[in-house]
Each structure stands twice: as C-alpha cells, then as structure tokens.
C-alpha cells in the first residue's frame, strides 16, 4: 500500500499539468509561424507585379527545360559531333534521335541524359525570369504610349527580340558553361562555377563569352518569333466561359508551334554558337579546324558539312522544343495567376492582424 501512493500521485500531478497548460499552444505557434512567413518571406517576393512576373518566368524555365533535357543534350552533341574527337571523314558518332539516346545511356547511364541540366537550370531560372520580366515591362510600356493594352505582332516581335537580348547578355557565361559540361565527356570540369573559374584561370575571362555575338544574333529572332507567334495564335483561341481564358491543351498547341517557328528561324546560329563555345574542348586533331568568329564558323561548318550541316540536330531540337515552350508559357501564366491569388490571400490576412 506504501508504493501504491506515488503511482497513484503521479497521474493526478500529470493531469493537473494538462490542465493548466494554456488551451491552443501548438494552434499559437503555427500561426506566429505563418505570420513570419507571411512577413519575411512571402510578402517580400509576391510583393510587385514586377517579383511575381521575374518569379514565375523563372519557375516557368526550370520546370519545362528538365523536363526536355535528355533531348537537349541529344540537340546538342548533333550540333557540335563535327568537331569530334573522331579524325575528319570517320562516320558520325550520333546519327538519330533514339541511337543518341541508347548510346549516351549506355556508356552513362540514366544520370548521363540528364548531363549538363543542373547547369542548364542554374542558368535557365535568371535567364527565362529576366526575359519574362523584360517582355512585360516593354510591354507595358508600348501600352503607355499607345493608350491602349494590344500589341501588333510586329510590337510583340520587338519587345520578344529585345527582352531574349537583355537576358542572354547577363546570363551568358551560365550558358557557356552549361555548353561546356554537356559534351565534356571526360569529367574535366567538376561544376558549373569551378567550370567558370578553370575556364578563365585556363583561356581568361573573355573565352566566357565566347559565342556570345552569334549568340544575340540568334536569340533575338528566336525569342521575338516566340512571343509573336504564342501571343497572337492566343488571341484567336476561344475562350472557356467559365475561367474567362483560352483551355490548357490549346495554348500547349499554339506554344508548340511557336516554338517550332522560333527554331526554324534561329537554329542555324545557334549551331554557330555552340562550335564557338565548345571548340576548345572537342579539337584532338590538328586538321580539324578552330574557328576565329562568327563568319569563320560559317563558312567552316558550310565548307566542311554543307548547308545541312548548319541544321544538324534540328529534329531531335524540334522534338525537344514543341513541350519546352508550351510548357514554358502556360507554367508561366499559371504561375502568375497563383502568384497574384497569393499575395491577396496573404495582404488580407496581414489585414486582419491589424485590426
């Protein structure tokens, strides 16, 4: 019966602290802690029209380039398989789309497809940011001159050439680099930023903009096609009553085919710019040429390859861009509407701790 006592004690003593803890303790902490990530964090990014656009081209630009990257890496070693380690007149070492695949596969595994993407996004999410958020801006101020919210295609194709320019100008030793660790088959570059710091310490700063003329050249009409092409084929779309915007599956068409018009138009300097950005890495042999510029490289490539040479890789390109860019535009615009919802949800309830 003595011991009874402490055990019979020690459950009254554990209920009387039950009862007096203060009702709703873990219900408080979750509601400071949203109250902090409303205040520090939320508020401060959604905060401008201008941080939700720059935000959600950069959410856009991640999802749909991972989603495309084993076909980007095929696109590219197509692109730049003429400077191979191969001695000029052997076969070409990639000749399809499939046989790309299965052999990068093969020799690197399931990690190989993706080779060069972890770059690619790091320059990727500022670049497709920075160019949603240039466009928007001019956008909106040709509204301001003109008095009204249109744009002709040809105002769309302006403000696209001009925003793809401003991004790929800052973002462009990413885009180098990226390049770089895509066809660098022999772990000579560890990452991205150790990549562009051997770059420089081995060639100097500048050989990070190497490509970068035949660069803007090519990205000015890619991007200006794109943004005319989706944004007019967008208002001739019918209008769902109920969301008051086009339907998802259509606006994936129209990026499509906006994607694919941009490429046609760009693709031939695109291949320019890579043989320039990669030619360093890939030259074993001294017959194999290495280019001084921008028409150096084209008349090596046509001299060496024909004109074909300059598209080569355009298919497996085409395949990779058809969800790319629908995936980029209709993420994007998601993404801005989720945005918007967010920062009213958070101003009200801001609101209401106030009072």
């Known amino acids: 019966m003595g011991s009874a006592q402490p055990n019979d004690a020690q459950p009254r003593r554990s209920e009387a602290t039950v009862d007096s803890a203060p009702p709703g303790g873990a219900e408080?902490?979750?509601g400071r802690l949203l109250e902090r990530l409303d205040d520090?964090?939320?508020?401060?990014?959604l905060r401008t029209h201008g941080r939700r656009v720059l935000l959600a081209g950069g959410v856009a630009g991640l999802v749909s380039r991972t989603f495309v990257a084993p076909l980007e890496r095929t696109k590219l070693l197509f692109q730049v398989q003429s400077l191979s380690v191969s001695p000029p007149g052997q076969p070409m070492r990639y000749t399809s789309v499939t046989q790309s695949i299965s052999a990068i596969f093969e020799k690197e595994g399931l990690r190989g497809l993706f080779k060069g993407n972890g770059a690619n996004c790091v320059r990727i999410i500022p670049m497709s940011?920075?160019?949603?958020?240039a466009y928007d801006v001019l956008k909106c101020e040709i509204y301001a001159r003109q008095g009204s919210e249109t744009l002709t295609p040809l105002q769309r194709l302006g403000a696209g050439a001009m925003a793809g320019a401003f991004a790929q100008t800052l973002t462009y030793p990413l885009d180098f680099m990226r390049?770089?660790?895509t066809v660098d088959m022999h772990g000579r570059y560890s990452g991205i930023f150790t990549g562009m710091w051997a770059v420089a310490r081995a060639e100097g700063v500048g050989a990070l903009y190497r490509g970068l003329f035949p660069s803007l050249v090519g990205i000015m009409p890619y991007v200006g096609v794109d943004f005319m092409v989706y944004g007019t084929l967008r208002e001739m779309?019918?209008?769902n009553p109920v969301t008051g915007e086009p339907?998802?599956?259509?606006k994936l068409i129209v990026g499509a085919v906006a994607g694919a018009a941009g490429q046609t138009v760009a693709y031939p300097l695109d291949t320019i710019r890579r043989q320039l950005q990669v030619q360093d890495v890939k030259v074993k042999y001294p017959d194999v040429p290495k280019y001084e510029g921008l028409v150096d490289c084209f008349r090596g490539i046509v001299r060496r390859d024909g004109v074909r040479g300059l598209y080569?890789?355009?298919?497996?390109?085409?395949?990779?861009?058809?969800?790319?860019i629908s995936i980029q535009f209709v993420i994007f615009e998601k993404a801005c509407d989720t945005f918007a919802r967010t920062s009213k949800v958070v101003e009200q309830r801001?609101?209401?701790r106030m009072v």
């Open 40 to 45: 520090w964090v939320i508020e401060p990014l």
């Open 312 to 324: 080569r890789g355009i298919w497996p390109n085409y395949l990779k861009v058809a969800p790319s």
């Open 179 to 181: 390049a770089r660790l």
């Open 247 to 250: 339907d998802t599956v259509p």
């Open 350 to 352: 801001q609101r209401l």
């Open 129 to 133: 940011g920075l160019q949603f958020y």
């Open 237 to 239: 779309l019918p209008v």
């Open 28 to 30: 408080d902490f979750d």
